[in-house]
């Protein structure tokens, strides 16, 4: 059931190995599932909850025909956010990310378990977690920020000058070899306001541990949601999968290599469509789908896709009730003796799924920012004014004056 619920979490899009008329002993041996303690077993199940829940609300607020976000990377980067926060903030992103009953000790071991754990758990998938944390140039960071974050983060930290034309450039950089250059670009400018970048970058390439044979791939009909029909080449395959169906949905699970990894495809039936699966879906349907899945023979007709997003997560997690963050009376106090709040959280993804496997990527950028913009105030003496002759140390009042009218001099 752990083994089962940590796939849940990449559940959406990820990938593994072989060819179809390979033998089962050319198939690379199936992994052995991560230990968790039963705090982290608990822990996956609040970030699946936090993952159905914010990809219906992204789903809501976005209107796209396509969205594909990477739960696991916002997670991650809220949860180094989080550390940061105090008070009532504080709270607010713990129900938000669906935290309860764990110590900060026990959340952020969580974190470092899944960042250690996943990249290594199929060595015929590429997976790379990273994380970063750029400050402005003379910003004080208080220095159990920034150890939380490098020891349970492994975080790359990096004091920058923000003022600087290429200090976008350097954060696009890190992002886009993050990334394998599927996310080249995620900020177009750092405003003034700005202190802080919390990112996550996610990439994720496997190969299907059952590839489809692109001679088997032909061009098809697709019935999109607004009941069109439009061309797509459609893969083909017939194998032995994990599959299950009930009343509103089929359900086909489709292993990366050495099955640590799966994509999970639901698909509606009876009239169902995914708006009407998604308000059904909770964590614990989810956890019975998978219970139920069997492995039986499938013919898998199935579309080759890509699909690139970038989103604006502010309104959705304020509507999922992290709302103190995104304002003015914002505490995050943990991170600096600052009046700071979050100011954007920018997520872009990136998705391709071809008869070889999946590639994709993530990257969650969280800004923080003061609470307000320093204003640079301009003192233009042209009327009456008053003016002291001080000495400094004692106070002392030398002179004092007011001109009312200044002759040319």
Not at 100 to 127: A, F, H
Request: hydrophobic share 40%; proline share 4%; with cysteine.
């Amino acid at each position: 059931m752990k083994k089962l619920l940590l796939l849940a979490i990449l559940g959406f899009g990820i990938v593994s190995c072989n060819d179809e008329t390979e033998s089962a002993s050319q198939l690379p041996p199936d992994a052995k599932p991560i230990t968790l303690t039963d705090g982290q077993a608990k822990r996956i199940g609040q970030d699946n909850e936090f993952a159905l829940d914010l990809f219906r609300r992204v789903i809501n607020f976005s209107k796209e025909t396509n969205v594909f976000i990477s739960p696991l990377s916002v997670s991650i980067a809220l949860g180094m956010t989080w550390n940061g926060a105090a008070g009532e903030t504080k709270s607010e992103m713990e129900n938000a990310l669906k935290m309860s009953g764990m110590s900060v000790d026990e959340i952020n071991g969580y974190y470092r378990i899944l960042q250690t754990t996943l990249p290594t758990i199929d060595p015929t998938t590429k997976l790379t977690l990273a994380n970063s944390l750029w400050y402005r140039s003379g910003f004080q960071v208080k220095q159990d920020f920034l150890k939380v974050n490098i020891n349970y983060f492994n975080a790359y930290v990096r004091e920058l000058d923000f003022s600087k034309a290429w200090a976008v450039d350097t954060i696009n950089q890190w992002c886009a070899k993050k990334t394998n250059n599927l996310i080249p670009s995620v900020l177009d400018a750092i405003p003034d306001e700005a202190v802080m970048y919390l990112i996550n970058a996610i990439y994720f390439k496997g190969i299907w541990r059952h590839q489809f044979e692109k001679k088997n791939t032909k061009q098809t009909d697709f019935t999109n949601e607004e009941g069109e029909k439009v061309k797509v080449n459609m893969m083909f395959q017939k194998d032995t999968f994990a599959y299950a169906e009930d009343e509103k949905a089929q359900y086909l699970d489709m292993p990366y290599g050495n099955k640590a990894f799966s994509m999970t495809v639901i698909l509606p039936k009876n009239g169902n469509t995914t708006a009407d699966l998604l308000e059904y879906l909770t964590v614990d349907q989810w956890n019975s789908i998978l219970q139920n899945l069997s492995m039986r023979e499938v013919e898998v007709y199935f579309p080759r896709f890509s699909s690139k997003n970038k989103f604006l997560l502010n309104d959705p997690l304020i509507d999922m009730g992290m709302k103190l963050a995104f304002t003015d009376n914002a505490d995050f106090t943990n991170i600096a003796n600052k009046n700071l709040f979050i100011s954007r959280i920018l997520h872009n993804t990136y998705i391709e799924v071809t008869e070889e496997g999946t590639e994709a990527a993530a990257v969650t950028v969280v800004e923080v920012g003061y609470t307000s913009v320093p204003i640079i105030p301009e003192f233009r003496v042209n009327k009456p004014f008053l003016f002291v002759i001080r000495e400094n140390s004692t106070g002392i009042i030398l002179f004092m004056g007011k001109m009312g009218n200044i002759e040319l001099f």
